[in-house]
């Protein structure tokens, strides 16, 4: 995700937390995050973490 700055610094915060939860937590559950990733959160908790660690991800993450 760091490689040429492309991935949204707050994105790079909150997806390593996401996976250390193993599914136990909803992405937005996590903590305070900003209206964007807000969205991005609640979007991926419909698809679900298993579909995430699978690859399956909302379309706003690559808008973002």
Excluded: H
């Excluded at 136990?24 to 419909?46: C, H, N």
């Amino acid at each position: 995700m760091e490689k040429d700055n492309n991935t949204d610094p707050e994105l790079r915060y909150w997806i390593p937390k996401y996976i250390q939860g193993r599914g136990q937590l909803r992405f937005s559950e996590l903590g305070r995050m900003s209206t964007d990733v807000e969205q991005v959160a609640r979007d991926q908790d419909i698809i679900g973490w298993r579909n995430f660690m699978e690859g399956r991800v909302c379309t706003q993450i690559a808008t973002l």
